[in-house]
């Protein structure tokens, strides 16, 4: 059984879309950091997006763990010509598919982005690969927002639109457990 324990990155404060641009986290809270490396198990694999906000948080949860290769197979969902821009903008260029893009989530893409089909299909192409490598193993996942709702999404056979409506904070615990290709969720956005 592979037991996965996504955890979203660190902050960023970014108050825009934020897929594929690279921005920092704000890993300041040191008590915060030190409970969740305290709840994460040991022994544990541990690899993250391939970005600085995901690469960042999990150098500080590595010590005692086994740190795989950074994977931009798990990055957030890439927002093309809506990245870095404020979602009103966004609402306010494009408004009928920035609505359809929330409220139809599946084949809608961004111009120049993906659609949430195309982004689940990406992440669990490198999930598969890291179940078929450790078939038996803990894994500390560091991604984003959007790559741990399409795990949950996956697992519990929620639709887009219906795991949309989940909370998945900054340096929160969501667990999944994988086992001859049965999924099962055991907790979502914990916060240790």
Aim: hydrophobic share 35%.
């Amino acid at each position: 059984m592979t037991v996965w324990h996504w955890v979203r990155h660190g902050p960023t404060h970014e108050k825009a879309f934020t897929g594929w641009r690279d921005v920092p986290a704000d890993l300041s809270d040191h008590d915060q950091i030190a409970r969740l490396d305290e709840h994460l198990p040991r022994p544990a694999l541990i690899f993250s997006s391939d970005l600085i906000r995901c690469v960042a948080t999990a150098d500080r949860l590595s010590s005692g763990r086994i740190r795989l290769d950074h994977d931009p197979d798990i990055r957030e969902f890439h927002f093309g010509d809506w990245d870095g821009r404020h979602f009103s903008d966004v609402s306010e260029t494009h408004p009928e598919l920035s609505r359809e893009y929330w409220e139809k989530p599946g084949d809608v893409a961004p111009p120049g982005g993906e659609s949430w089909n195309d982004g689940a299909a990406r992440v669990a192409k490198s999930v598969d690969r890291v179940n078929a490598a450790y078939p038996d193993a803990h894994v500390i996942a560091v991604a984003h927002f959007g790559t741990i709702l399409t795990q949950i999404q996956r697992a519990t056979g929620q639709s887009a639109y219906e795991v949309l409506a989940h909370e998945i904070h900054n340096l929160s615990v969501t667990r999944i457990r994988h086992e001859r290709g049965q999924w099962a969720v055991e907790t979502i956005n914990h916060t240790p």
